[in-house]
């Protein structure tokens, strides 16, 4: 049984946004995928996902009986996230952007007061300049990035990726 869940990214997704498109877990029964359709809610259950496993039927109106959502094959780039990662904490927005050669994502958090920060301590020195976030820790934060399934990297993805537009990121 596999624990971790796999998001899927269309390749032609902007960049810059969080990159990726489709969110989806897979049941502990029946293996089939399911999507869930915020990152928030993928978030709340990526967070907790060894001590309450998802299975079909947490999802409304889904059961173990219904046809997958979503197939694990390459007409989709699809990454991997690792279980338990924390809940981005309220106000704050986590972005992963995709390397323009498709190598590897890098993870940021956008703060409440729309700061950027890409690391445990940058983290820390915007706790420490704004106390009223000062019941946060750098453990609330997480820049680990989901593993890229190189079976399902497209053909062209390093022209395509070359191709799009930085990110000017501040
Ligand atoms: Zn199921």
New binding site residues.
């Given amino acids: 049984m596999k624990d971790g869940h796999k998001t899927s990214k269309k390749s032609e997704a902007e960049a810059g946004q969080s990159s990726i498109g489709i969110y989806a877990v897979q ?1 502990g ?2 293996f ?1 995928w399911r999507v869930i359709p915020t990152q928030e809610e993928f978030e709340d259950i990526r967070s907790r996902s060894v001590e309450d496993p998802f ?2 039927h947490k999802k409304p109106n889904a059961s ?1 009986d219904d046809p997958a959502d979503i197939e694990y094959d390459a007409t989709r780039m699809w990454v991997v996230d690792k279980p338990n990662i924390p809940k981005t904490p309220a106000g704050f927005q986590r972005g992963l952007v995709l390397r323009k050669d498709h190598s590897k994502f890098d993870a940021n958090y956008t703060t409440p007061t729309g700061k950027k920060v890409r690391g445990p301590s940058e983290v820390a020195s915007f706790i420490e300049s704004n106390p009223e976030y000062k019941d946060l820790s750098v453990s609330d934060f997480s820049f680990w990035t989901p593993k890229i399934m190189d079976d399902t990297v497209p053909q062209t993805a390093k022209r395509k990726g070359s191709a799009s537009k930085r990110v000017k990121t501040g």
Avoid: P, Q
């Fill in positions: 049941c029964e029946c089939k299975f079909c173990c």
